[in-house]
């Protein structure tokens, strides 16, 4: 089991609300990455980091921000919730080294629902 | 363009029955590809990893088998079980970045019926 956290799990909210879903990890992980996954869909990228004050666009382009003000640590914030944005989100990390190299472990996920 | 596709996109089996699932995949230059079991409502956990020169790792009941010249890969399911059901998922890597970028399958839901 990867040690690697999202909370809340469950989040709905109204439109226009500002939030922020947490991901914490305890590996040491330089690389964290946020993806949108929709039901029966493929997961998309939509946020990466290589390392603290680092963060990058992924491929899908999305309303959210991200932030790495620390290593463990790699939240993500909508200052203004819509409908569209109902969708799974999880954080990933994988690390440089050893027999994991570049292997993305996984978060629970967080399944927002804006109404 | 970079891209996997699964099939079948679903598949219910009985339980102690066998199963196959299918990738194929046009991702290059090619790292690595794993396969992925992703739970209703949780996170993928990963299976298997298989590079260029691996063509099969067993993990239990799983076997992936990985044949990097057609670009095909099959992930076999020994006596299912009922825990068994849940969406899984073909991960291909390419190895022209350093960020190690993954294409995602849209996953095979599998269910194990009693």
């Known amino acids: 089991e990867a040690d690697i956290y999202q909370t809340p799990r469950y989040l709905v909210i109204g439109t226009g609300k500002k939030i922020t879903l947490e991901c914490s990890q305890t590996?040491?992980?330089?690389?964290m990455y946020w993806y949108q996954q929709d039901p029966g869909m493929e997961l998309h990228l939509i946020h990466y980091?290589?390392?603290?004050?680092?963060?990058e666009k992924g491929d899908l382009s999305s309303e959210s921000t991200v932030s790495r003000i620390r290593t463990e640590h790699f939240p993500l914030t909508l200052e203004s919730a819509r409908p569209s944005h109902t969708s799974q989100y999880l954080c990933?990390?994988?690390?440089?080294?050893?027999?994991?190299?570049?292997?993305?472990?996984f978060g629970p996920g967080t399944r927002l629902t804006v109404l | 363009k970079n891209q996997v596709e699964q099939s079948p996109q679903s598949l219910i089996i009985l339980e102690g029955k066998n199963c196959t699932l299918q990738?194929?995949?046009?991702?290059?230059?090619?790292?690595?590809l794993r396969w992925y079991k992703q739970d209703t409502g949780r996170g993928p956990v990963s299976l298997t990893i298989?590079?260029?020169?691996?063509n099969t790792k067993s993990n239990g009941r799983y076997t992936a088998t990985l044949d990097a010249d057609t670009k095909q890969s099959s992930l076999h399911i020994t006596a299912s079980q009922l825990s068994d059901s849940a969406s899984y998922i073909c991960?291909?890597?390419?190895?022209?970045?350093?960020?190690?970028?993954?294409?995602f399958g849209r996953g095979t839901q599998l269910t194990v019926w009693p």
């Open positions: 990738c194929n995949y046009t991702v290059s230059p090619f790292s690595n």
């Open positions: 590996m040491g992980h330089d690389k």
């Open positions: 990933a990390s994988s690390g440089t080294t050893g027999a994991t190299y570049n292997e993305q472990f």
């Open positions: 980091s290589y390392g603290v004050n680092s963060t």
């Open positions: 991960v291909v890597s390419d190895r022209g970045s350093t960020l190690g970028r993954l294409y």
């Open positions: 298989m590079t260029f020169s691996e």
